[in-house]
Protein backbone atom coordinates (compact mmCIF):
# COMPACT_ATOMS: atom_id res chain seq x y z
CA UNK A 1 0.00 0.00 0.00
CA UNK A 2 1.14 3.24 -0.59
CA UNK A 3 0.94 5.84 1.82
CA UNK A 4 1.94 9.34 2.92
CA UNK A 5 2.87 11.74 5.79
CA UNK A 6 -0.54 13.39 7.46
CA UNK A 7 0.86 15.40 10.18
CA UNK A 8 2.02 13.31 12.77
CA UNK A 9 -0.16 9.84 11.10
CA UNK A 10 0.09 7.69 8.21
CA UNK A 11 -2.95 7.59 6.29
CA UNK A 12 -3.44 5.34 2.87
CA UNK A 13 -2.13 7.24 -0.54
CA UNK A 14 -3.86 10.55 -0.44
CA UNK A 15 -0.86 12.68 -1.92
CA UNK A 16 1.48 10.58 -4.18
CA UNK A 17 -1.63 8.84 -6.11
CA UNK A 18 -3.17 11.02 -8.54
CA UNK A 19 -7.75 11.81 -7.58
CA UNK A 20 -7.95 9.14 -10.71
CA UNK A 21 -5.96 6.50 -9.52
CA UNK A 22 -7.94 3.16 -9.64
CA UNK A 23 -5.89 2.24 -6.27
CA UNK A 24 -7.56 4.97 -4.45
CA UNK A 25 -10.14 5.27 -2.95
CA UNK A 26 -12.45 8.36 -3.40
CA UNK A 27 -12.31 11.59 -1.50
CA UNK A 28 -15.68 10.84 0.30
CA UNK A 29 -14.95 7.44 1.29
CA UNK A 30 -11.65 9.40 3.16
CA UNK A 31 -14.06 11.66 4.70
CA UNK A 32 -16.08 9.05 5.80
CA UNK A 33 -13.62 7.74 8.20
CA UNK A 34 -12.56 11.30 9.52
CA UNK A 35 -15.92 11.77 10.54
CA UNK A 36 -16.56 8.65 11.94
CA UNK A 37 -13.23 9.04 13.83
CA UNK A 38 -14.27 12.49 15.13
CA UNK A 39 -17.56 11.54 16.30
CA UNK A 40 -16.32 8.26 17.99
CA UNK A 41 -13.32 10.34 19.80
CA UNK A 42 -15.50 12.86 20.89
CA UNK A 43 -17.76 10.49 22.86
CA UNK A 44 -14.84 9.83 24.40
CA UNK A 45 -13.28 12.57 25.69
CA UNK A 46 -16.19 14.95 25.90
CA UNK A 47 -17.45 13.38 29.36
CA UNK A 48 -14.11 14.00 31.24
CA UNK A 49 -14.04 17.38 29.78
CA UNK A 50 -17.24 17.92 30.20
CA UNK A 51 -16.98 17.69 34.15
CA UNK A 52 -13.55 19.11 34.38
CA UNK A 53 -14.75 22.51 32.98
CA UNK A 54 -18.19 22.45 34.75
CA UNK A 55 -15.79 22.48 38.07
CA UNK A 56 -13.77 25.02 36.53
CA UNK A 57 -16.29 27.53 36.26
CA UNK A 58 -18.43 26.81 39.01
CA UNK A 59 -15.13 27.15 41.52
CA UNK A 60 -14.11 30.48 40.10
CA UNK A 61 -17.96 31.71 40.07
CA UNK A 62 -17.74 30.70 44.40
CA UNK A 63 -20.78 28.68 43.72
CA UNK A 64 -18.48 25.22 44.91
CA UNK A 65 -15.74 24.49 45.28
CA UNK A 66 -13.46 22.06 42.23
CA UNK A 67 -12.72 18.70 44.57
CA UNK A 68 -16.58 18.71 44.97
CA UNK A 69 -17.49 19.28 41.59
CA UNK A 70 -15.32 16.79 40.24
CA UNK A 71 -16.42 14.11 43.02
CA UNK A 72 -20.53 15.09 41.86
CA UNK A 73 -19.53 14.81 38.33
CA UNK A 74 -17.62 11.56 38.55
CA UNK A 75 -19.61 9.96 40.69
CA UNK A 76 -22.59 10.61 38.21
CA UNK A 77 -20.70 9.13 35.47
CA UNK A 78 -20.06 5.86 37.02
CA UNK A 79 -23.12 4.90 38.80
CA UNK A 80 -25.44 6.73 35.95
CA UNK A 81 -23.96 6.68 32.82
CA UNK A 82 -26.27 7.24 30.44
CA UNK A 83 -28.33 9.62 32.68
CA UNK A 84 -24.87 11.43 32.43
CA UNK A 85 -24.61 11.09 28.77
CA UNK A 86 -27.91 13.31 28.39
CA UNK A 87 -27.22 16.56 30.54
CA UNK A 88 -27.04 19.19 28.76
CA UNK A 89 -23.45 20.09 29.95
CA UNK A 90 -21.77 16.86 28.23
CA UNK A 91 -23.84 17.22 25.14
CA UNK A 92 -22.38 21.21 24.21
CA UNK A 93 -18.83 19.78 25.41
CA UNK A 94 -19.57 16.85 22.71
CA UNK A 95 -20.60 18.89 20.09
CA UNK A 96 -17.14 21.16 20.13
CA UNK A 97 -15.37 18.47 20.04
CA UNK A 98 -17.04 16.73 17.17
CA UNK A 99 -17.29 19.94 15.64
CA UNK A 100 -13.17 20.56 15.66
CA UNK A 101 -12.04 17.05 15.37
CA UNK A 102 -14.17 16.51 12.00
CA UNK A 103 -13.46 20.29 10.36
CA UNK A 104 -9.66 19.67 11.18
CA UNK A 105 -9.91 15.77 9.77
CA UNK A 106 -11.79 16.79 6.84
CA UNK A 107 -9.71 19.65 5.80
CA UNK A 108 -6.18 17.85 5.82
CA UNK A 109 -7.98 14.64 3.87
CA UNK A 110 -9.26 17.50 1.26
CA UNK A 111 -6.00 19.48 1.43
CA UNK A 112 -3.81 16.50 0.59
CA UNK A 113 -6.57 15.02 -2.20
CA UNK A 114 -5.91 18.65 -3.62
CA UNK A 115 -1.69 18.36 -3.55
CA UNK A 116 -2.45 21.04 -1.10
CA UNK A 117 -0.54 21.70 2.27
CA UNK A 118 -2.53 21.27 5.06
CA UNK A 119 -1.53 23.50 7.99
CA UNK A 120 -2.49 26.65 7.46
CA UNK A 121 -6.19 25.75 6.11
CA UNK A 122 -6.11 23.70 9.36
CA UNK A 123 -5.21 26.67 11.38
CA UNK A 124 -7.62 29.23 10.20
CA UNK A 125 -10.46 26.90 9.66
CA UNK A 126 -9.96 25.03 12.69
CA UNK A 127 -9.50 27.68 15.06
CA UNK A 128 -12.86 29.08 13.56
CA UNK A 129 -14.71 26.35 14.31
CA UNK A 130 -13.23 25.86 17.65
CA UNK A 131 -12.91 29.08 19.03
CA UNK A 132 -16.78 29.80 17.71
CA UNK A 133 -17.84 26.36 19.32
CA UNK A 134 -16.09 27.36 22.43
CA UNK A 135 -17.14 30.12 22.83
CA UNK A 136 -20.87 29.45 22.29
CA UNK A 137 -20.57 26.45 25.27
CA UNK A 138 -18.21 28.68 27.44
CA UNK A 139 -20.90 31.48 27.60
CA UNK A 140 -23.79 28.56 28.29
CA UNK A 141 -21.52 27.21 31.09
CA UNK A 142 -21.14 30.53 32.37
CA UNK A 143 -24.86 31.13 32.50
CA UNK A 144 -25.65 27.34 33.85
CA UNK A 145 -22.98 27.61 36.58
CA UNK A 146 -22.46 31.02 37.38
CA UNK A 147 -23.81 32.44 41.09
CA UNK A 148 -25.56 35.31 39.45
CA UNK A 149 -28.82 36.07 37.19
CA UNK A 150 -28.25 35.12 33.37
CA UNK A 151 -27.09 37.93 31.57
CA UNK A 152 -25.37 38.21 28.35
CA UNK A 153 -21.88 37.31 27.94
CA UNK A 154 -19.49 40.38 27.96
CA UNK A 155 -17.79 41.04 24.77
CA UNK A 156 -14.74 41.24 26.00
CA UNK A 157 -15.14 38.08 27.88
CA UNK A 158 -15.98 36.27 24.17
CA UNK A 159 -12.82 38.09 22.53
CA UNK A 160 -10.90 36.52 25.77
CA UNK A 161 -12.15 32.80 24.94
CA UNK A 162 -11.36 33.33 21.25
CA UNK A 163 -7.59 34.37 22.28
CA UNK A 164 -7.47 31.39 25.02
CA UNK A 165 -8.87 28.64 22.02
CA UNK A 166 -6.89 29.98 19.81
CA UNK A 167 -3.78 28.77 21.60
CA UNK A 168 -4.96 25.62 22.42
CA UNK A 169 -5.89 25.27 19.03
CA UNK A 170 -2.54 26.34 17.68
CA UNK A 171 -0.77 23.96 19.65
CA UNK A 172 -3.02 20.71 19.21
CA UNK A 173 -3.25 20.78 15.88
CA UNK A 174 -0.48 23.02 13.91
CA UNK A 175 2.37 22.83 16.52
CA UNK A 176 3.44 19.24 16.89
CA UNK A 177 3.71 18.44 13.05
CA UNK A 178 5.80 21.66 13.18
CA UNK A 179 8.40 20.48 16.22
CA UNK A 180 8.34 16.79 15.90
CA UNK A 181 10.42 16.84 12.90
CA UNK A 182 12.88 19.46 14.93
CA UNK A 183 12.87 17.00 17.62
CA UNK A 184 13.50 13.82 15.17
CA UNK A 185 16.77 15.98 13.86
CA UNK A 186 20.18 16.56 15.55
CA UNK A 187 20.83 16.71 18.47
CA UNK A 188 17.86 15.01 19.85
CA UNK A 189 17.37 11.89 17.43
CA UNK A 190 14.12 11.25 19.02
CA UNK A 191 12.24 8.17 17.14
CA UNK A 192 9.18 9.21 15.22
CA UNK A 193 5.99 7.84 17.15
CA UNK A 194 7.56 9.15 20.25
CA UNK A 195 8.38 12.86 18.87
CA UNK A 196 4.86 12.36 17.65
CA UNK A 197 3.41 11.63 21.02
CA UNK A 198 5.37 13.79 23.14
CA UNK A 199 4.90 16.92 20.88
CA UNK A 200 0.70 16.20 20.81
CA UNK A 201 1.03 15.74 24.82
CA UNK A 202 2.71 18.38 26.22
CA UNK A 203 2.22 21.58 23.46
CA UNK A 204 -1.35 21.61 24.16
CA UNK A 205 -1.03 21.03 28.51
CA UNK A 206 1.96 23.87 28.73
CA UNK A 207 0.26 26.49 26.87
CA UNK A 208 -2.87 26.18 29.48
CA UNK A 209 -0.84 28.23 31.93
CA UNK A 210 -0.33 30.90 30.11
CA UNK A 211 -4.09 30.90 29.13
CA UNK A 212 -5.50 29.89 32.57
CA UNK A 213 -5.61 34.01 33.34
CA UNK A 214 -7.40 34.78 30.32
CA UNK A 215 -10.17 32.02 31.05
CA UNK A 216 -9.99 34.01 34.81
CA UNK A 217 -10.49 37.06 33.56
CA UNK A 218 -13.32 36.33 30.99
CA UNK A 219 -15.40 34.55 33.73
CA UNK A 220 -14.99 37.47 36.39
CA UNK A 221 -15.99 39.96 34.07
CA UNK A 222 -19.29 37.99 33.48
CA UNK A 223 -19.55 37.24 37.31
CA UNK A 224 -18.22 40.24 38.72
CA UNK A 225 -18.40 43.37 36.09
CA UNK A 226 -17.57 46.45 38.78
CA UNK A 227 -14.53 44.97 40.12
CA UNK A 228 -11.80 46.83 40.25
CA UNK A 229 -8.41 45.88 38.28
CA UNK A 230 -7.37 44.93 41.73
CA UNK A 231 -10.05 42.61 42.43
CA UNK A 232 -9.20 40.92 38.97
CA UNK A 233 -5.41 40.20 39.55
CA UNK A 234 -6.53 39.01 43.20
CA UNK A 235 -9.08 36.58 41.90
CA UNK A 236 -6.60 35.33 39.21
CA UNK A 237 -3.90 34.61 41.84
CA UNK A 238 -5.88 32.86 44.39
CA UNK A 239 -7.36 30.71 41.55
CA UNK A 240 -4.41 30.59 39.50
CA UNK A 241 -3.21 27.02 40.04
CA UNK A 242 -5.99 25.30 40.34
CA UNK A 243 -7.50 26.58 37.02
CA UNK A 244 -3.93 26.18 35.42
CA UNK A 245 -3.72 22.41 36.41
CA UNK A 246 -7.87 21.31 36.02
CA UNK A 247 -7.41 22.91 32.39
CA UNK A 248 -4.32 20.78 31.66
CA UNK A 249 -6.60 17.78 32.90
CA UNK A 250 -9.31 18.86 30.62
CA UNK A 251 -6.53 18.85 27.72
CA UNK A 252 -4.74 15.56 28.43
CA UNK A 253 -8.25 13.98 27.29
CA UNK A 254 -9.49 16.43 24.98
CA UNK A 255 -6.16 17.39 23.03
CA UNK A 256 -3.88 14.88 23.98
CA UNK A 257 -5.05 11.18 23.76
CA UNK A 258 -8.12 12.98 22.00
CA UNK A 259 -5.87 13.69 19.36
CA UNK A 260 -3.73 10.89 19.46
CA UNK A 261 -7.02 8.04 19.79
CA UNK A 262 -8.35 10.36 16.77
CA UNK A 263 -5.16 10.02 14.55
CA UNK A 264 -4.86 6.71 15.09
CA UNK A 265 -8.59 6.08 14.36
CA UNK A 266 -7.90 7.93 11.11
CA UNK A 267 -5.68 5.42 10.11
CA UNK A 268 -7.43 2.53 10.65
CA UNK A 269 -10.77 3.19 9.14
CA UNK A 270 -8.45 4.56 6.02
CA UNK A 271 -6.63 1.53 5.97
CA UNK A 272 -10.22 -0.87 6.21
CA UNK A 273 -11.84 0.82 3.71
CA UNK A 274 -8.81 1.42 1.21
CA UNK A 275 -8.32 -2.39 1.04
CA UNK A 276 -12.36 -3.17 0.70
CA UNK A 277 -12.51 -0.31 -1.96
CA UNK A 278 -9.63 -2.41 -3.54
CA UNK A 279 -11.73 -5.63 -2.98
CA UNK A 280 -15.05 -4.38 -4.62
CA UNK A 281 -13.02 -3.54 -7.54
CA UNK A 282 -11.22 -6.23 -8.32
CA UNK A 283 -14.80 -7.96 -8.35
CA UNK A 284 -16.08 -5.54 -10.86
CA UNK A 285 -18.50 -3.95 -8.08
CA UNK A 286 -17.33 -0.16 -8.29
CA UNK A 287 -16.26 1.18 -11.86
CA UNK A 288 -13.06 3.77 -12.35
CA UNK A 289 -13.18 6.49 -14.18
Known amino acids: MVVCEVGSAVLPAQEEVPAASPGRPPLIVCITSDVIAGLSTSLLVAPIVAIIDKSIISNSSGRSRMMDGLADGFGTLFRNPVRYLSKPSFIAVYCVFAGTYITN ?3 ESVCLHKHVSPTIPKFVLGSTVNVTLCGWKDALFAKWFATVAAKPIPRASYALFAIRDTLTVTTSFVAPSILSPVLQEEPFRIHKRTADALCQFTLPCI ?8 HLLSLDLYNHPKSTPKQ ?8 YWAC ?5 FRTLPGFGLGGVANRHTRIRLNEYLW ?7 SLGLIKTA
Open 207 to 214: VQFASAPL
Open 105 to 107: NTV
Open 232 to 239: RMQLIRSN
Open 275 to 281: DKWVRLQ
Open 244 to 248: SLGRV
